[in-house]
């Protein structure tokens, strides 16, 4: 298994400013990934965080709007830029060894944006 | 189009009683399906994972069962305790290049004394 912590748990931010959440991993991963989980819906794909190389992102999303780094196996960040109160939403990491193994989530970063 | 879809969207029922939970989905070419437990304020957390060739996995008091040929899940939870109060996520994992899983709305399960 993986444990994965995220920081901060949450936050509350102004409208127009950036913040950035890192996703920590206590092994090494192929793969992590981050999501979004909107009030009352189910988790959304942002981008698969590749090492060493751009992010790769769903439609919907953009690097301007949600760039991502990930410099090694085990650290992920992303950073909501230039926020507006429909950025609020809770921000999942996860991670995995295969696309066919087990995916592990973090607890989440719980963004308000007023 | 590739869709996970749950019932019921919400569910009450009392300490000790069983409850099943469905999943149905028009996903291909499929991999696995997975059941995830998210707890109010907490990341998802694994229960099961079925491949194609499995049509039933337990972990504790919690039974998945898998039809392929229907495309239908479920998640059954016997002796239910408190502490299963909690959104259940059906996910279905498409087979192709990358990681491409397909999310379920969740079924919402509270559970009285």
């Known amino acids: 298994s993986a444990v994965i912590s995220q920081k901060p748990s949450r936050d509350i931010c102004q409208r127009g400013t950036s913040l950035t959440i890192q996703c920590q991993v206590d092994s090494q991963v192929t793969m992590m990934f981050w999501y979004r989980q909107q009030p009352g819906q189910s988790l959304t794909l942002i981008a698969t965080?590749?090492?060493?190389?751009?992010?790769?992102?769903e439609s919907g999303f953009v690097i301007d709007k949600f760039p991502i780094s990930r410099p090694n196996l085990t650290f992920s960040t992303l950073t909501v830029s230039n926020m507006s109160p429909e950025d609020s939403s809770i921000y999942l990491c996860?991670?995995?060894?295969?696309?066919?193994?087990?995916?592990?989530f973090g607890p989440g970063t719980r963004l308000t944006v007023t | 189009k590739n869709q996970v879809e749950q019932s019921p969207q919400s569910l009450i029922i009392l300490e000790g009683k069983n409850c099943t939970l469905q999943c149905n989905y028009t996903v291909s070419p499929f991999s696995n399906l997975r059941w995830y437990k998210q707890d109010t304020g907490r990341g998802p957390v694994s229960l099961t994972i079925?491949?194609?060739?499995?049509n039933t996995k337990s972990n504790g008091r919690y039974t998945a069962t898998l039809d392929a040929d229907t495309k239908q899940s479920s998640l059954h939870i016997t002796a239910s305790q408190l502490s299963d109060s909690a959104s259940y996520i059906c996910?279905?994992?498409?087979?192709?290049?990358?990681?491409?899983?397909?999310f379920g709305k969740g079924t919402t399960l509270s559970v009285s004394s």
């Open positions: 079925m491949t194609f060739s499995e």
């Open positions: 996910v279905v994992s498409a087979r192709q290049a990358g990681t491409a899983l397909i």
């Open positions: 965080a590749n090492q060493g190389s751009e992010a790769t992102y």
């Open positions: 996860s991670a995995s060894r295969d696309s066919t193994y087990e995916q592990y």
